[in-house]
């Protein structure tokens, strides 16, 4: 088998994880099969580096930042591929470059292209391990990029579907995918398997277990992606086909995400074609746009509120402050002490009450839900962020999920 290997920032947080993760491979290798191995850097590092550069600019050239933030994944790749090779196995190292990630130039989040693998084939027909550096690529003019956090998942399951690998497995500092963050509810329940969509929403909503990119590319290639714990053998969850799974629980879990933001645009002049050109204009700027909600208007405006990852507000408000100065908007504020909690299932597409159920037990606690989206598999809530922990421990015992 070809089996492709992840291991996040815990995973090979210092020389000791590195030496374990050295283990677990040589362990893979010697089952017989070919190895491609994509590390992440070290646990804490992305956030060093970011640290840094904060220290001159408060708003980095994003060009820059990839150059910066690419290098503590090409630390790990280096340093298992030399702990490999002391234990007598082959092993290469690459850089996204040397891998063939080629992605476009949306510098901090870029997306992949395409990859060429002739690299990685030919160390692997060589019988090396390949270590390939996570999160990152190279536009076709050549400059170093990276896959926006969380995107050495991405390039796990990019590498997984060019190389036709067998198996994707994804190793991080828990068992697998929880009915929600086992860090907030300890009682909550490792799931055996979880379809691609219900994933994709969890992750798309906040559970930063799986990037949600990686699980769309997954989908769409139909990646076998397994997550695991790399510090026992314990099985993990399986991400497939909704049509593998058998029991289809009304939800499967609730993510959080304390990572959104609020910008409220008040007086924006009530005419055919002014969302198509905020929000074109706000597409452009890369900035990703989640719940929106315009209020009726009268008098010839309206307002309209909608939520974005606080990493995205900077821009977000340049391209505000351009209507505000056409006297297209009268007035702006922004929230960043927001939180969205959701719930997810594919079990709510044939079941009534299920978004009742969750405005309920926020009554019951008496949290405030000022925004609300649903689709057919989630409903999600905006809340005050102070009560983030509690929206979600009430939600998983309002649906039993640790039943
Ligand atoms: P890595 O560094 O290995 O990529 P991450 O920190 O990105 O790991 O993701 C793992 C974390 O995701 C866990 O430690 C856990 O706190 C969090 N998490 C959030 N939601 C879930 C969930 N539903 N199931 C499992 N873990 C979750
Ligand atoms: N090191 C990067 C991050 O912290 C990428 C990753 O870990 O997947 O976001
Ligand atoms: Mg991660």
Redesign the pocket.
Known sequence: MLIVQKF??TSVGDLERIQNVANRVSKTKKEGHDVVVVV??MSG???KLIGYAEHYSKNPARAELDML?SS??RVTAALLAIALNEMGFSAVSMSGRKAGIVTDSLHTKARIEEIDPTAMHESLKEGKIVVVA??QGVTSEGRVTTLG?????LSAVAIAGALKADLCEIYTDVSGIFTTDPRIVPKAKKLDKISYDEMLELASLGAKVL?NRSVELAKKLNVNLVTRTSFTDEEGTLITKEENIMEKPLVSGIALDKNQARISLMGVKDRPGIASEIFNKLAKAGVNIDMIIQNVGHDGSTNIDFTVPVGDLHDAKAVVDTFIQSGDIKDDSYNDSICKVSIVGVGMKSHTGVAAKAFTAMANENINISMISTSEIKVSMVIDEKYAELAVRSLHDAYELDK
């Open positions: 996040g920032g992440s850097a590092e992305t956030n933030l503590g994944e996570g999160f956090r969380g995107g050495s998942d990037q």
